[in-house]
């Protein structure tokens, strides 16, 4: 897929993050959890150098709930400080606060040596596009501080919070990287929809799910469309469009409208909660 995913104000959103990070004691990134392979920026390694970090795989609620376990057994076992959330309740947000306690109590008690007391724990909050990192920062204020929007591309600045005296949060723009190793890495962004769609071959995308969905979760196309999957992912768009009566004036089949419609299902969560990557997808990178 040639896409052209790198814009101009992610190059600014990186430049200013090497910057920021300066002032800030732990990284906190947003990765999703339907793909977390894809969604971790390798950027952000750089960025952070020797800074805490943790991650949280966020959208777990749209994710696969053996996955996430999955998932959050691999994270443990590589000693990397994880949570499972839904940015969009409060619900986890005891669990969060407590980790970025353990996380930075060793700062505070050289703070305290220092003779600096009740200095707030800053971080800064980062992800691609989408991820939920706006909304994670309004639901952990408890108010609605941070644009938001469901497409890529909504916050466009950096912008301090300040949570409470002990936490300060810095909401980032969302960036992607000038180069992905594999296909499968821009195909996995697409599908879910961190990349543009104005930008992306919808019919590609489309066929792309379908594969997908028939080799992981089998039996559900067939369950929404009522089609049986036979031949190719493309023949599976005709035949879904032909049936979900996605069609142009003379009848034959609108392929972009159906292509629309199965990725708006997937990510809506109407072919059920999925799961792309699993971290056994990592040893075979
Ligand atoms: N289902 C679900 N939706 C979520 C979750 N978190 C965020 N969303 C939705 O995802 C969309 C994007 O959220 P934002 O908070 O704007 O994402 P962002 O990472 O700040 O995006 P940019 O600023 O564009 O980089 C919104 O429609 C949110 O309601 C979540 O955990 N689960
Ligand atoms: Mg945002």
């Not at 994270?75 to 959330?85: K, P, R, T, W």
Request: net charge positive.
């Amino acid at each position: 897929m040639a896409i052209q995913w790198f814009p101009g104000h992610m190059t600014k959103a990186v430049r200013a993050m090497e910057e920021d990070i300066k002032l800030v004691d732990l990284l906190i990134e947003l990765a999703d959890a339907r793909i977390p392979i894809s969604s971790r920026n390798p950027e952000f390694d750089r960025i952070a150098g020797s800074k805490l970090r943790m991650v949280i795989m966020n959208k777990s609620d749209l994710a696969d709930e053996q996955a996430n376990k999955a998932w959050l057994s691999y994270y443990e076992a590589n000693n990397i400080s994880a949570v499972l959330m839904d940015a969009r309740s409060s619900k986890g947000t005891g669990e969060l606060k407590k980790k970025i306690a353990d996380l930075c109590a060793a700062k505070k008690a050289r703070d305290l040596k220092r003779g600096i007391k009740n200095r707030p724990v800053r971080a800064m909050v980062v992800g691609i596009p989408n991820v939920g990192k706006s909304t994670f920062i309004n639901t952990y204020a408890g108010r609605a501080v941070a644009k938001t929007g469901n497409k890529p591309g909504v916050t466009r600045g950096k912008q301090w919070i300040k949570l409470a005296k002990d936490l300060e949060l810095l909401d980032t723009p969302g960036v992607l990287w000038p180069k992905f190793d594999d296909e499968a890495t821009g195909m996995h962004l697409a599908m879910i929809g961190s990349i543009s769609d104005d930008i992306l071959d919808k019919q590609e995308i489309a066929c792309g799910i379908i594969g997908f969905m028939e080799e992981r979760y089998a039996g559900r196309l067939k369950e929404r469309y009522e089609e049986d999957y036979d031949g190719t992912p493309y023949e599976m768009l005709e035949r879904i469009a032909l049936k979900k009566g996605c069609l142009k004036k003379g009848g034959e089949a609108d392929l972009d409208k159906c292509a629309g419609m199965i990725t708006d299902d997937l990510r809506s969560m109407k072919l059920g909660r999925i799961t792309i990557e699993l971290p056994e997808d990592i040893i075979q990178k």
